[in-house]
């Protein structure tokens, strides 16, 4: 037997995310009630400058200010859905307002959950090369600096705990691992 929801009742409508709290029967048959939120999801871009199967790739990251976070995090471009908006459209278009660039090419890496004991979030992530530079369009709550960096040092930073912001820690080792062939 597995889990499935008996009732739900909206707690909070927000701009980013709900908060529901749901009645659910576990595996177990036993019921009880949990806090979820959800999200429409998001995707998220490891870009490129140079080939990723080459000597130690460029890559390009963002330097971000996060007020959850108490400060700067390195991150990978990431944005969440908009309604109707496919993981690949908004992969491109947050590369785009993010970094400036545009991708002549972008592939899938894989899809995970980003907290899943208190959120339906996904993330999809993916791999841009072939990259072609523009102008950026930060929204006004947006405070990003966008820095190059080879991918090793990137590992480095990974290593040292530099870079703490999972969906990217997930996607640049995606990256180096099983499509850099590292």
């Not at 990259?131 to 820095?147: K, M, Q, W």
């Amino acid at each position: 037997m597995t889990g499935a929801q008996i009732g739900t009742r909206r707690i909070y409508t927000g701009r980013i995310l709900n908060l529901d709290v749901d009645q659910v029967r576990y595996p177990d048959g036993s019921t009880g009630e949990l806090e979820i939120i959800r999200h429409p999801g998001a995707s998220a871009i490891v870009p490129f400058l140079t080939d990723p199967l080459g000597e130690d790739p460029q890559i390009l990251l963002l330097r971000q200010y996060r007020y959850a976070a108490g400060g700067y995090l390195y991150e990978v471009p990431a944005g969440r859905l908009e309604p109707g908006e496919s993981p690949l459209e908004c992969a491109r278009r947050e590369l785009r307002e993010e970094t400036g660039c545009a991708a002549e090419r972008i592939d899938a890496l894989m899809t995970l959950y980003t907290t899943p004991g208190f959120t339906d979030e996904l993330i999809h992530l993916f791999m841009a090369t072939g990259l072609t530079r523009g102008a950026t369009a930060h929204e006004a709550d947006e405070f990003v600096e966008v820095e190059t960096l080879t991918l090793s040092r990137a590992l480095e930073m990974i290593e040292r705990g530099e870079i703490r912001d999972s969906k990217t820690v997930v996607t640049l080792l995606y990256a180096a691992g099983f499509r850099g062939g590292r």
